[in-house]
Protein backbone atom coordinates (compact mmCIF):
# COMPACT_ATOMS: atom_id res chain seq x y z
CA UNK A 1 0.00 0.00 0.00
CA UNK A 2 3.10 2.14 0.55
CA UNK A 3 4.66 1.50 -2.87
CA UNK A 4 1.14 2.85 -4.33
CA UNK A 5 0.80 5.90 -2.69
CA UNK A 6 4.66 6.89 -3.45
CA UNK A 7 3.48 6.26 -7.02
CA UNK A 8 0.71 7.96 -6.79
CA UNK A 9 2.27 11.16 -5.41
CA UNK A 10 5.20 10.72 -7.77
CA UNK A 11 2.80 11.24 -10.80
CA UNK A 12 0.40 13.64 -9.10
CA UNK A 13 3.45 15.66 -7.89
CA UNK A 14 5.25 15.72 -11.36
CA UNK A 15 2.03 17.09 -12.79
CA UNK A 16 1.86 19.44 -10.71
CA UNK A 17 6.00 20.75 -10.94
CA UNK A 18 5.13 20.89 -14.71
CA UNK A 19 2.69 22.86 -13.96
CA UNK A 20 3.96 25.17 -11.79
CA UNK A 21 7.21 25.52 -13.97
CA UNK A 22 5.34 26.34 -16.62
CA UNK A 23 3.70 29.53 -14.90
CA UNK A 24 6.28 30.86 -13.20
CA UNK A 25 10.35 29.36 -14.86
CA UNK A 26 9.07 29.21 -18.39
CA UNK A 27 10.45 31.55 -20.79
CA UNK A 28 9.16 29.51 -23.65
CA UNK A 29 5.66 30.29 -25.27
CA UNK A 30 4.23 26.75 -24.10
CA UNK A 31 2.31 26.38 -20.94
CA UNK A 32 0.81 24.01 -19.55
CA UNK A 33 -2.55 23.93 -20.41
CA UNK A 34 -6.40 22.16 -19.89
CA UNK A 35 -5.26 20.15 -22.46
CA UNK A 36 -2.23 18.38 -20.68
CA UNK A 37 -4.60 17.93 -17.48
CA UNK A 38 -7.03 15.31 -19.37
CA UNK A 39 -4.87 12.47 -19.93
CA UNK A 40 -4.11 12.72 -15.79
CA UNK A 41 -7.88 12.95 -15.31
CA UNK A 42 -8.86 9.81 -17.56
CA UNK A 43 -5.73 7.84 -15.51
CA UNK A 44 -7.45 8.93 -12.06
CA UNK A 45 -11.51 8.26 -13.39
CA UNK A 46 -9.73 4.68 -14.51
CA UNK A 47 -7.70 4.12 -11.75
CA UNK A 48 -10.82 4.36 -9.53
CA UNK A 49 -12.98 2.53 -11.47
CA UNK A 50 -10.61 -0.45 -11.91
CA UNK A 51 -10.12 -0.45 -8.15
CA UNK A 52 -13.84 -0.50 -7.34
CA UNK A 53 -14.43 -4.02 -8.73
CA UNK A 54 -13.47 -6.65 -6.58
CA UNK A 55 -11.78 -9.94 -8.17
CA UNK A 56 -14.84 -12.25 -6.87
CA UNK A 57 -17.27 -10.22 -8.74
CA UNK A 58 -15.20 -11.48 -12.07
CA UNK A 59 -15.39 -14.94 -11.76
CA UNK A 60 -19.21 -15.85 -10.64
CA UNK A 61 -20.92 -18.94 -12.45
CA UNK A 62 -23.22 -17.58 -15.04
CA UNK A 63 -26.58 -20.43 -15.32
CA UNK A 64 -27.53 -19.05 -18.72
CA UNK A 65 -26.32 -17.28 -21.36
CA UNK A 66 -26.02 -13.16 -21.13
CA UNK A 67 -29.56 -12.40 -23.77
CA UNK A 68 -31.75 -15.54 -21.95
CA UNK A 69 -31.54 -13.79 -18.25
CA UNK A 70 -30.17 -15.29 -15.70
CA UNK A 71 -26.76 -13.90 -13.23
CA UNK A 72 -25.03 -11.02 -15.40
CA UNK A 73 -23.50 -9.80 -12.50
CA UNK A 74 -19.95 -11.42 -13.51
CA UNK A 75 -21.00 -9.89 -17.43
CA UNK A 76 -21.39 -6.45 -15.60
CA UNK A 77 -18.05 -6.26 -13.39
CA UNK A 78 -16.10 -6.88 -16.54
CA UNK A 79 -17.26 -4.58 -18.58
CA UNK A 80 -16.84 -2.16 -16.16
CA UNK A 81 -13.68 -3.24 -15.16
CA UNK A 82 -12.82 -3.35 -19.62
CA UNK A 83 -13.70 0.27 -19.42
CA UNK A 84 -11.54 1.77 -16.28
CA UNK A 85 -8.48 -0.50 -17.85
CA UNK A 86 -9.59 1.80 -21.43
CA UNK A 87 -9.54 4.70 -19.80
CA UNK A 88 -6.02 4.15 -17.97
CA UNK A 89 -4.94 3.44 -21.43
CA UNK A 90 -6.34 5.94 -23.11
CA UNK A 91 -4.94 8.41 -20.60
CA UNK A 92 -1.27 7.00 -20.73
CA UNK A 93 -1.72 7.00 -24.66
CA UNK A 94 -3.59 10.98 -24.58
CA UNK A 95 0.01 11.74 -22.56
CA UNK A 96 2.24 10.68 -25.53
CA UNK A 97 0.15 12.54 -28.59
CA UNK A 98 0.08 15.63 -25.93
CA UNK A 99 3.87 14.98 -25.93
CA UNK A 100 4.54 14.04 -29.12
CA UNK A 101 1.81 16.95 -30.92
CA UNK A 102 2.39 19.46 -28.22
CA UNK A 103 6.91 19.41 -27.92
CA UNK A 104 8.46 16.41 -30.20
CA UNK A 105 6.54 18.38 -33.45
CA UNK A 106 7.76 21.48 -32.73
CA UNK A 107 11.17 20.99 -32.03
CA UNK A 108 11.40 22.11 -28.80
CA UNK A 109 14.10 21.78 -26.51
CA UNK A 110 14.89 20.11 -22.98
CA UNK A 111 13.44 22.48 -20.65
CA UNK A 112 10.04 22.89 -22.77
CA UNK A 113 10.44 18.81 -23.61
CA UNK A 114 10.42 18.59 -19.87
CA UNK A 115 6.74 19.28 -19.30
CA UNK A 116 6.21 16.66 -21.96
CA UNK A 117 7.69 14.45 -20.11
CA UNK A 118 5.99 15.00 -16.69
CA UNK A 119 3.08 14.10 -17.95
CA UNK A 120 3.97 11.06 -19.75
CA UNK A 121 5.49 10.11 -16.17
CA UNK A 122 2.87 11.34 -14.41
CA UNK A 123 -0.09 8.74 -16.39
CA UNK A 124 2.89 5.75 -16.16
CA UNK A 125 3.14 6.03 -12.37
CA UNK A 126 -0.95 6.62 -12.12
CA UNK A 127 -1.11 3.55 -13.95
CA UNK A 128 1.58 1.27 -12.00
CA UNK A 129 -0.07 2.89 -8.89
CA UNK A 130 -3.08 1.05 -10.14
CA UNK A 131 -1.52 -1.80 -10.87
CA UNK A 132 -0.22 -2.51 -8.02
CA UNK A 133 -3.65 -1.57 -5.75
CA UNK A 134 -5.53 -3.84 -7.83
CA UNK A 135 -3.23 -6.92 -6.75
CA UNK A 136 -2.53 -6.07 -3.53
CA UNK A 137 -6.44 -6.01 -2.42
CA UNK A 138 -7.25 -9.37 -4.87
CA UNK A 139 -3.99 -11.47 -3.49
CA UNK A 140 -5.95 -14.50 -1.30
CA UNK A 141 -4.45 -15.44 1.54
CA UNK A 142 -4.19 -18.92 1.36
CA UNK A 143 -1.02 -18.50 3.77
CA UNK A 144 -3.25 -16.83 6.69
CA UNK A 145 -3.60 -18.36 10.09
CA UNK A 146 -6.54 -18.73 12.11
CA UNK A 147 -6.11 -17.91 15.67
CA UNK A 148 -9.71 -18.93 16.87
CA UNK A 149 -10.43 -22.41 18.64
Not at 35 to 43: G, Q, R
Not at 66 to 82: D, K, S
Amino acid sequence: MYLLGALYAIGFWSIIDAALYSKTVNASVVHVTFVDWIPFIFSTLGMLIVNSIEKSNLFQENSNSFLGGGNTHAWAARVILFFGFSLLAGGLAGSFMVFILKFLVKHYTFPTLGMGVANIICNGCVMLSCIVLWISQNIEDEYSYSLAL
